[in-house]
């Protein structure tokens, strides 16, 4: 606030002063703001922790020097939803074998997007019973259900146990579920 009223008092009492600066001097200027306003820390904590929201960034701030800002946003936000899917289309999974059990224990969602995921992972576990631990998963909608219960598909004619803690609205239904068949 304070600078924008210093601005506007020099554009009215200097404009006439304004007027001798040469265009290249008032463009260099503006590059030198906008290059002060870069938070290079920033991108280089980015590039280190995640490279797919680097290379979204990079890539909306790319679309915008080339194209218009608002197909600019657009592309931001499709790459951005891209890798959001494609991160919660493979939910982080731990495998382990207790007794004659194997264990899944998933965390993340299962969703229609994840489905083929999890059955790839059911149909890899070679114990006759599968315990799916699903204290961890956030959601659950019927596909995702379906995959885990389904005994042909899944577990090739092998039970599937739940071990429910429920977390919110995923964790009922699969209570209700119980044993799949």
């Given at each position: 606030?304070?600078?924008?009223l210093?601005v506007?008092?020099?554009?009215?009492?200097?404009?006439?002063?304004?007027?001798?600066i040469?265009?290249?001097a008032?463009?260099?200027?503006?590059l030198?703001?906008?290059?002060?306003?870069?938070?290079?820390?920033?991108?280089?904590?980015?590039?280190?922790?995640?490279?797919?929201?680097?290379?979204?960034?990079?890539?909306?701030c790319?679309?915008?020097?080339?194209?218009?800002?608002?197909?600019?946003?657009?592309a931001?936000?499709?790459?951005?939803?891209f890798?959001?899917?494609?991160?919660?289309s493979q939910?982080?999974v731990?495998?382990?074998?207790?007794?004659?059990?194997?264990?899944?224990?998933?965390?993340?969602?299962?969703?229609?997007g994840?489905?083929?995921y999890?059955?790839?992972?059911?149909?890899?576990?070679?114990a006759?019973?599968?315990?799916i631990?699903?204290?961890?998963?956030?959601?659950?909608?019927y596909?995702?259900?379906?995959?885990?219960?389904?005994?042909?598909g899944?577990?090739a004619?092998r039970g599937v146990?739940?071990?429910?803690g429920g977390?919110?609205?995923g964790?009922g239904?699969?209570?209700?579920?119980?044993?799949?068949g």
């Amino acid at each position: 606030m304070f600078s924008a009223l210093w601005v506007a008092l020099f554009a009215v009492a200097g404009a006439s002063l304004i007027a001798h600066i040469p265009i290249p001097a008032m463009a260099g200027s503006i590059l030198l703001i906008c290059w002060g306003l870069v938070d290079h820390r920033a991108i280089r904590a980015l590039y280190r922790v995640s490279r797919p929201e680097f290379l979204v960034m990079l890539l909306t701030c790319v679309a915008t020097l080339l194209l218009e800002l608002q197909t600019a946003i657009y592309a931001g936000v499709l790459a951005s939803l891209f890798f959001y899917l494609k991160r919660t289309s493979q939910p982080r999974v731990q495998q382990s074998r207790e007794g004659e059990a194997d264990v899944l224990r998933v965390f993340g969602s299962i969703f229609f997007g994840a489905s083929h995921y999890l059955q790839v992972r059911l149909q890899r576990c070679q114990a006759p019973v599968v315990v799916i631990d699903a204290r961890q998963i956030n959601f659950i909608d019927y596909s995702g259900w379906r995959c885990c219960t389904r005994r042909r598909g899944g577990c090739a004619g092998r039970g599937v146990s739940w071990c429910c803690g429920g977390r919110g609205a995923g964790g009922g239904g699969v209570a209700e579920a119980g044993r799949g068949g």
